[in-house]
């Protein structure tokens, strides 16, 4: 957004622009600054200053000033976004895409988080409670029936909308969700949903997945935790544990897998559910990475638990650390 508005103000001057709009004016002292008629209100006399060098403006009838922007939010009555997307067409800039789609929708999502007690609620008894954790894993709120109204708003086309998968049947496709961003690097990928209340309980977008979350960064350790599902991987984070990362589920795609072996001095801790389908999928997976050369460890956690629920029934950090010490082989 930044790089955007620093960008969009070197492309398009505010004198240049309010020439675009026929506005006249005459130099004066040193013709770094010009004086005229204000375009915001009404007048006979020229009150209306601007300074190039500095590429603000000021109007001493009605008192109104600031930069491009802002000129642009006053003149046509816009947001501050939809003065950029505005700026954006006048200057014949490509249409906004899918990949800054996407980000908007993490922001607006992120926004919405604080606003909603019902998501941070279900957040705290899913046992991640720290700030900066939110922040950083971007975790956001789709309260349902806003995101279309704002991305329409925005100037994106609503085919686009709808190939993302963000809306459905002139609908917002997340509902009462709370969502974890898939970035690949820094670009947001793809979308998880977890319902907050009965709707079905996980929901992507109709896209790839990308790859293990996080491996950006998780995928420089040489020892990684792989756990199944993203409310296991935040408690695990916010305890400490970053070079965790999880595929949503048991069953790796050949990608994921590509990933977790993408280095033969890597150990990996499967940290699965202790039922027996998360066991045996977790020693399935481990003999698996073992053929093809790594280490890998099956971390043991008490009956009828998974990570998450583990340290949401209040297991410390150093437990956790005990049990990776003592995990077998598959
Ligand atoms: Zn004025």
């Known amino acids: 957004m930044y790089q955007d508005l620093q960008s969009l103000k070197q492309r398009i001057s505010l004198l240049d622009y309010l020439r675009l709009r026929h506005w006249t004016a005459r130099p004066i002292g040193d013709h770094q600054e010009f004086v005229g008629l204000c375009p915001l209100h ?3 006399h020229p009150s209306f200053y601007v300074n190039a060098a500095k590429n603000v403006f000021y109007c001493h009838g009605c008192g109104r000033g600031g930069d491009l922007i802002r000129f642009v939010q006053l003149s046509l009555n816009l947001s501050f976004r939809e003065a950029l997307v505005h700026l954006k067409q006048q200057l014949g800039l490509p249409e906004p895409g899918e990949d800054e789609a996407l980000r908007e929708t993490v922001d607006f999502y992120q926004q919405q988080l604080a606003r909603h007690s019902e998501a941070l609620d279900y957040l705290r008894r899913r046992g991640v ?7 950083q894993l971007a975790i956001g709120y789709a309260p349902g029936g806003r995101l279309y109204r704002h991305l329409i708003g925005l100037g994106y086309p609503a085919n686009l909308l709808m190939r993302l998968g963000l809306i459905y049947h002139g609908k917002d496709a997340f509902y009462r969700r709370v969502v974890f961003p898939c970035f690949d690097g820094s670009r947001p990928i793809n979308l998880y949903g977890r319902s907050i209340s009965g709707a079905v309980r996980h929901r992507f977008l109709p896209r790839s997945k990308a790859g293990l979350f996080a491996w950006s960064t998780v995928g420089n350790y040489p020892e990684v935790i792989l756990v199944e599902g993203v409310f296991d991987l935040a408690v695990l984070w916010q305890a400490g544990f ?29 940290a699965f559910d202790s039922d027996p389908a998360g066991q045996k999928a977790a020693c399935a997976l481990g003999r698996r990475l073992q053929n093809v050369g790594l280490n890998a460890r099956i971390v043991d956690l008490p009956p009828g638990q998974d990570p998450n629920s583990y340290f949401v029934e209040g297991a410390w950090p150093a437990e956790f650390a005990r049990r990776l010490r003592e995990a077998r082989c598959p």
């Open 129 to 135: 409670h720290d700030r900066r954790l939110i922040e």
């Open 42 to 44: 009404p007048e006979t």
């Open 242 to 270: 970053i070079s965790t990362t999880c595929a949503f589920g048991v069953r790796l795609t050949d990608a994921q897998f590509s990933q977790l072996s993408d280095r033969m001095d890597r150990t990996v801790f499967i």
